[in-house]
């Protein structure tokens, strides 16, 4: 005994104090002369269960100062400024318990710790103040807690954990209420996308908040967001438009409904209250409608064929002073009382639309007289554009289809002017005749002018026909068109307008000694449809003096 070191310590095994409960204990002493001597009892009291009994509490409840798991400094402030929280009681309780509060479980130190606990199993409350809650910003925590007994035996820890998000920015509130300038809504709104929600600005505005606006009807509830990236006024409002997939969710086609609209500010995932309500009503039932597009077209709807009064299928020829005929297939959707309307290019068949029969629908054919007074209005034109709309007869929603494109050349220049010879003379009859005395050798001066049809960028074609020889033979010596041809440069109503030129001698003089000129221009108009012919001008050309010989070249010999 001599080499033990006093005072002597020893372990006790645990399986041999597993027991929760007081231990006697003592020790004895074993002699050489069998005298054993034996301690006094010190009773141990072994406390090995926590005040939870071993099992795993449940978290922490928010009980005020906080909505949906977020704090916010209004949420703190309609609480007193503080975090109202509750925690579940212990199983086990003694005398000098203690409760450490953590605002997040990774914490080393608490924030808070509880003593003189209640002996009985109820909830513990407590309070966080502003100043301990808001030290370390936004973010998001998840508190914990637990209890030690007076051995230092603690629950479970973690325990089930409450998440708690700090949003300690200002948050959106005092929203305005929200509007719908164009409402009643219609189908011509949504198609010119005026079917817009303004906001008109709240409190604690950021750049990046995202708006949420909720529509609600029989038909059901729709949420779209926006994000806002500049702050909304009363006289510059936030202008969202409602998207048409959510419009007809709410509203339908097949005719007018109201519904409720109301918007919230989401800001760092916390969700404002809402706004006040409005109503807002809406129809966007059409004849041909559909659910996918808003229109106007309705590439769907059945086309247009145009015949002309000669014929001629989406054409209509030049000089046909005829009427046409318009034809399309009757459309799936139609029912008598709609309304429509046919446009040639524009220009509206019918003074007021009109209504779809019984008859129409039975044939299966829509007819259009399309009358030569409305061709003629509507001029010529390459790819005219024919199409027809459709109304229901009860509101003014349209749906239209796609056009056809139709050719127009019917109307063509009436009374242009004959093309002239400056210096020749008049030779009787109304006829003019050019010779040496005109130095017809040098050419032949030429004119066109027209102030009433003749406009810049017009093209004109000259053609040229010299016969001889004879004055009144019937052989051509020359037939051609004088190139290049001549585009317009200014209006002919202009002082000094027209095109002068001279007429080659050699290419369209020369072949002939004796003979006679038929000269014609055509014109094409700058609309590039458009077309006319002048009359033929008559010239008779001599190069034979009075002593028979002949001015300028010979013609060429065969």
Known sequence: MADLTWPYVSNIKAEN??????YGIHYEILLASEDNQISDTTLVNVDTVGPAGGLLLDAITLVAGAVDGKVTQSSLAANGDKLTCRVPGRLIARALDTLHIYKNYTDAEPVKVITDLPLDSSPIEFSLTKDEVVDEGTRVDRMAYRYFDYSKNSTIYPPKLREIEYILTPQPENLSDPAVPAAPL????AQLKLAEVHLFGYDNFRPGQIVQIELD???GTQVFPHTLLIEPTPTDPAKIEIPWLTLVAIYGITGPGTASLRYRVVAEGTASAWSNTISVDADFSSAAGDTDDPGPIRDYLPLVTVRSSEGLVNEIGPGDAGDATAEFAVYTSAARGHLLQFYWGGIPIYSTPRAVTQADIDSGTFT??????VIAAGGNELDKKVWYSLTNGVNTNMDTSLSTLVDVLASELQNLK????PKSINAGGGIRSITCKQFVELGIDASIVDPDNLKKGDTIRRFWTLYGEGLT??????????????????DHSLPGG?????????????????GRVEFYYTVLKADGVTQGKSPTTLLYVSRKNADES???VPPATP
């Open 368 to 373: 259009v007289i399309i009358t030569a007074a």
């Open 418 to 421: 004959a093309p002239g010879f």
């Open 550 to 552: 002949i001015c300028g």
């Open 498 to 514: 027209g095109e002068f030129f001279v007429v080659d001698f050699a290419a369209y003089v020369q072949p002939a000694i004796l």
């Open 473 to 490: 033979s019937t052989n051509k010596l020359v037939e051609a068109e004088i190139l290049p041809p001549i585009v317009v440069a200014n």
């Open 17 to 22: 104090i597993s027991n929760h409960g007081e």
């Open 186 to 189: 219609d189908l011509r709104d």
């Open 217 to 219: 009807s029989a038909l």
